[in-house]
């Protein structure tokens, strides 16, 4: 019997768990914690981050910009990782396809 965990259709429409580094507010370290990332949407792909950086522009927004709006905040833009899942619309990517920026 196949399990509905393995099925790529049902694994599209779940909510995953993972662990981000969240800044709460400018100033203050980050809290490494669990966080929910919803099923991609239309044209959207979710990817299983492996490596990442905080790069100088991320060190900005949190260290010295002084406008408390847009937080909390997951920091890094750069990162590579594999393809987890797509939403409808995508095809030029499939899950499990190395991608990096």
Partial sequence: MKNE????EKQNQQVIKCRAAVAWEPRKPLVIE??????????????????????????????????????????????????ESVGPGVTEFLPGLPVWR
């Fill in 5 to 8: 965990s393995d099925d790529p």
């Fill in 34 to 83: 669990e966080i929910e990332v919803a099923p991609p949407q239309a044209n959207e792909v979710r990817i299983k981050i492996v490596a990442t950086a905080v790069c100088r522009s991320d060190l900005y927004y949190l260290l010295e910009n002084m406008h408390e709006d847009g937080y909390p905040t997951i920091l890094g833009h750069e990162a590579a990782g594999i393809v």
